[in-house]
Nanobody
């Protein structure tokens, strides 16, 4: 059974930094597409960043501030968030593809094909 567990969320002031982690268990596909998503209060979920075997895709709103990375040996996904803004406040979710898949961008930002595994989320709150 695949489980994704996020950690690292919290409350910070604008301009601060946080590092999110997503530990995968029961998921051995280190080269498959994984990504970070977020859902701001009262809004729909949107893609933040994805990473597959060939490329990384960022939402325009986080380019230059957020960095996605993955430790393939540990199958752990990270999201380094710098220069945080109040509009970054959201529940952040980690997700993984059920098959190799690839990253692409749709109307809600970056995502992966076959993204069927989701974590429970970690809250990020940025105050002004």
């Amino acid at each position: 059974q695949v489980q994704l567990v996020e950690s690292g969320g919290g409350s910070v002031q604008a301009g601060g930094s946080l590092r999110l982690s997503c530990a995968a268990s029961g998921y051995t596909y280190s080269r498959y597409c994984m990504g970070w998503f977020r859902q701001p209060p009262g809004k729909e979920r949107e893609g933040v960043a994805t990473i597959d075997s060939d490329k990384i895709i960022y939402a325009d709103s986080v380019k230059g501030r957020f960095t996605i990375s993955k430790d393939n040996a540990k199958i752990t996904l990270y999201l380094e968030m710098n220069s945080l803004k109040p509009e970054d406040t959201a529940m952040y979710y980690c997700a993984a593809s059920e098959y190799r898949g690839f990253g692409y961008t749709n109307s809600r930002g970056p995502t992966c094909t076959g993204m069927n595994y989701w974590g429970q989320g970690t809250q990020v709150t940025v105050s002004s």
